[in-house]
Every structure is written in C-alpha cells, then in structure tokens.
C-alpha cells in the first residue's frame, strides 16, 4: 500500500472538504506517518474515514474529527498541551508538530507501548512526554494548560481538567450521548469560569476511564 499517497488523499479528501483550513494542522498530518501509530494487524485502515480499532476497547479517532478537534484548539506554538487517553500518541504527535510542548496521558500498557517506540521516530526527544496514568484525572503537575485534547468520547467534561486550564486556555472533545451520538464541544476558562460551546455532531469510541460508575439502587 502506498501510505504517501493515502495521506495526501486523507488530507485533500477528508480534511479540506470539511472545513479543516489550519496549515500547520494540514501539514502535520499529510506528513506524519498515521499507520506506523497503529498495530501491524489494522495498519491498512489508517487513512479510512472511521475510527481504527485498538487493542482493550479503544480506537484511534478518525482523521476529521480529530483535526476539527485540534483545529477548535487553536493551537500556538509554544502552548502547553495536555493529552488526555492519548493511545498510541498520534493526536499528542499532531499536537508537537504544531509547535505544542505536549504532556501525554495513557494508562494501557500495550498502547503505550506503541507510543513509545514510535514518537521518538518523529519528533525531537522530550517534544511529547508520556505519562503511564489514569487520564480522568488529569496531570496537576503541569498544569496550568493552554490547552487540552480529550481523545475519546466522555459523558461530561470532569471539573478537575477544566480546573488544570490556564487563563484563556481551551478544551475540545466529544460529549457522548448513546448510540453513537455526540457532539464536539469547546470549553474555555475566561474569567475564572468555565464554559462550553458545541461546535459539531460527531461520535467516537468511549473513553473507558471516564465511564459513569452504576449508583446504588434501593
């Protein structure tokens, strides 16, 4: 298969068509290298306009709703990004080649395991930093945040990353709702407060960390 060629066809087909415009954002991805982040086994679904299967329930998001993710994020160079349920690294590598100093959350070992041996590849050493830990809750170590990319659908955004945002800073993911209905959604901290805005229709697979815990029932 000719990945060169699936990308330029990804990036002109799927992403310009939908109102991705960033060039930085265009660039990143038509030259990083989407199916070396993915398992040999489903390599050959890089590029398809659907989520990729990853191993434990995960996918890697579709390519057009993670560049209108990112695009939402506004993106500057030198920002302090926040990666929560990052997989194998692909979103985190969009991030860095964007000019992002990146903190990468993932708690799956095996998928962790592929961002380890792939990123170095790709980027300047220390360009993402990999944390093996529980992405709900965020990373308060580095915060404060310019922004955070959520890679994953979740029922709410947990107030203890839209806390970890800097003044100004934005968030972007996708609020689930069932049957494979979700909506992206922008959140800002302006003020002190926080608030969000849905900017599209769209769905992914669930980020199993932020899954509702069943109540009590009497």
Same mark, same amino acid.
């Given at each position: 298969m000719d990945y060169a060629d699936a990308r330029k066809r990804?990036?002109?087909?799927?992403?310009?068509?939908?109102?991705?415009?960033?060039?930085?954002?265009?660039?990143?991805?038509?030259?990083?290298?989407?199916?070396?982040?993915?398992?040999?086994?489903?390599?050959?679904?890089?590029?398809?306009?659907? #989520? @990729?299967? =990853?191993?434990? $329930?995960?996918?890697?998001?579709? +390519?057009?709703? !993670?560049?209108?993710?990112?695009?939402?994020?506004?993106?500057?160079?030198?920002?302090r990004a926040l990666v929560v349920g990052a997989g194998t690294g692909y979103g985190a590598a969009v991030l860095a080649r964007m000019g992002a100093r990146v903190i990468a959350l993932e708690a799956d070992a095996p998928l962790l395991e592929i961002a380890r041996a792939v990123l170095p590849d790709y980027l300047p050493a220390g360009a993402v930093r990999l944390e093996a830990t529980d992405p709900a809750a965020g990373f308060a170590a580095g915060a404060?945040? #310019? @922004?955070? =990319?959520?890679? $994953?659908?979740?029922?709410?955004? +947990?107030?203890? !990353?839209?806390?970890?945002?800097a003044e100004g800073g934005r968030l972007v993911g996708v609020l689930g709702f069932g049957r494979r209905q979700g909506k992206a959604v922008l959140g800002q901290r302006i003020g002190g407060g926080f608030s969000t805005v849905v900017a599209f229709d769209c769905a992914t697979a669930p980020l199993p960390a932020f899954a509702r815990r069943p109540g009590f029932v009497f």
């Amino acid at each position: 298969m000719d990945y060169a060629d699936a990308r330029k066809r990804m990036v002109d087909g799927q992403l310009r068509p939908n109102k991705v415009t960033d060039p930085r954002l265009l660039d990143a991805m038509r030259e990083l290298p989407r199916e070396r982040f993915l398992p040999r086994a489903v390599m050959a679904r890089a590029y398809t306009d659907e #989520d @990729v299967p =990853l191993p434990g $329930g995960r996918a890697m998001i579709e +390519p057009m709703v !993670l560049a209108r993710l990112v695009q939402l994020a506004a993106v500057r160079p030198g920002d302090r990004a926040l990666v929560v349920g990052a997989g194998t690294g692909y979103g985190a590598a969009v991030l860095a080649r964007m000019g992002a100093r990146v903190i990468a959350l993932e708690a799956d070992a095996p998928l962790l395991e592929i961002a380890r041996a792939v990123l170095p590849d790709y980027l300047p050493a220390g360009a993402v930093r990999l944390e093996a830990t529980d992405p709900a809750a965020g990373f308060a170590a580095g915060a404060p945040y #310019d @922004v955070v =990319l959520i890679e $994953g659908e979740v029922p709410e955004i +947990p107030t203890n !990353l839209s806390d970890q945002l800097a003044e100004g800073g934005r968030l972007v993911g996708v609020l689930g709702f069932g049957r494979r209905q979700g909506k992206a959604v922008l959140g800002q901290r302006i003020g002190g407060g926080f608030s969000t805005v849905v900017a599209f229709d769209c769905a992914t697979a669930p980020l199993p960390a932020f899954a509702r815990r069943p109540g009590f029932v009497f």
